[in-house]
């Protein structure tokens, strides 16, 4: 019995280490899916605390922090484009101790580039946590020459092409195109010139374009009845209907997937940051992670949690993402201002060309 007397004090000492400041409940500000019932139940178990769970959005979140100037929230989850900015800007996060943070529950990859998009000055505002991309659905079967973006405007598949017009079809064809967009963020003029490339090679395919798709069940209902073959799209609808239709899935292109990730932030003025990093190293470990993907639909950053998710599921994530292809996602960096009415003229121009 000695055994169980002294594990329970060391998960005991523990506790009271993370609720030290007495701050025993975490605000946590977040997407649905990411705090599931009984991960919180469990947290809450093993660690003495509290967790309160409002669901919100980018824009919702931005909005709540900005109104406190970071207050009300313990740990919030806004996407890693949405923090350099917001931070410049407003002040609303304070950075991450990563002393703090058991680095080796990471996918590494994922871990460098969250750390790169968020760091303002010498200090680093995010770590990430769920992460999904955009790249290819196919039919595997009809379309197996496509191997990239580019290759939806092969004449092997003309007339059964589906993508939408919208930024990330403008990124995914630059990368494909030997360009990068991303490097050239901070350049008006270079990225001008990178855009006005795209649409040249966007209104040349447009022939091909059976449909500029609008929203995703539009898009789900042309695969499935095969007026589409190959398309631009997001990886969790490959996987949807790889469940019963198993040619189609998600291919991560060539050039690499497009990939965003939603993050872990200290609001500036939360009161529990003891309680913040205690979920995080919590809900990081594989097998919590695990949970989260199966109510969010979305893989996490966790290395090896994908070990631990639904056989389908797995099968599925890992037929699509080798690790060579995890390596290779170009991640969203924040988005300067200006970029988007460039985008926008180009969107524009391709969707009026004859």
């Known amino acids: 019995m000695k055994h169980h007397v002294v594990m329970l004090s060391s998960a005991a000492a523990i506790a009271l280490a993370a609720g030290a ?46 109104a406190t100037g970071g207050g ?38 994922l871990m460098l580039a969250t750390q790169a998009n968020t760091t303002v000055g010498e200090d680093i505002y995010g770590v990430p946590h769920v992460w999904g991309t955009s790249g290819l659905v196919l039919d595997t079967k009809m379309a197996p020459m496509v191997k990239d973006y580019t290759d939806l405007c092969s004449a092997d598949v003309a007339g059964k092409v589906s993508y939408r017009l919208k930024r990330p079809t403008l990124i995914g064809f630059a990368f494909a195109m030997g360009l990068d967009p991303f490097a050239a963020y901070g350049d008006e003029a270079a990225y001008t010139d990178i855009m006005n490339k795209v649409e040249t090679k966007l209104i040349e395919c447009k022939a091909g374009v059976k449909t500029y798709w609008g929203g995703g069940d539009e898009l789900m209902g042309l695969l499935r009845s095969g007026e589409v073959v190959a398309s631009m799209a997001w990886d969790t609808g490959g996987w949807k209907l790889n469940a019963d239709k198993p040619d ?97 003229g180009v969107l524009d121009r391709v969707k009026a060309a004859k």
């Not at 899916?33 to 919180?40: F, I, L, S, T």
């Not at 407003?90 to 101790?97: A, L, N, R």
């Open 248 to 344: 189609i899935t998600f291919v991560a292109p060539a050039a690499g997937a497009l990939g965003w990730v939603d993050t872990f932030v200290l609001p500036a003025k939360g009161k529990a940051d003891e309680a913040a990093y205690a979920w995080i190293n919590f809900v990081m470990q594989p097998e919590i992670s695990a949970k989260i993907t199966a109510a969010a639909g979305n893989f996490t950053a966790s290395m090896g949690a994908d070990e631990f998710a639904s056989a389908d599921l797995k099968a599925r994530y890992q037929a699509s993402f080798p690790q060579e292809a995890i390596d290779n996602i170009k991640w969203y960096p924040p988005v300067p201002a200006g970029l988007e009415a460039i985008e926008g």
């Open 72 to 109: 009300g929230f313990d740990l919030a989850q806004p996407s890693q484009d949405r923090i350099a900015g917001p931070q410049e800007e407003f002040g609303i996060y304070k950075p991450m101790d990563l002393s703090k943070i058991d680095a080796d529950l990471f996918i590494p990859s």
């Open 21 to 66: 400041a007495s701050a025993d409940t975490l605000r946590l500000l977040t997407w649905g899916g990411y705090a599931p019932e009984d991960v919180v139940a469990m947290f809450e178990e093993q660690t003495g605390h509290t967790v309160e769970v409002t669901k919100s959005n980018n824009e919702e979140m931005i909005a709540k922090l900005r």
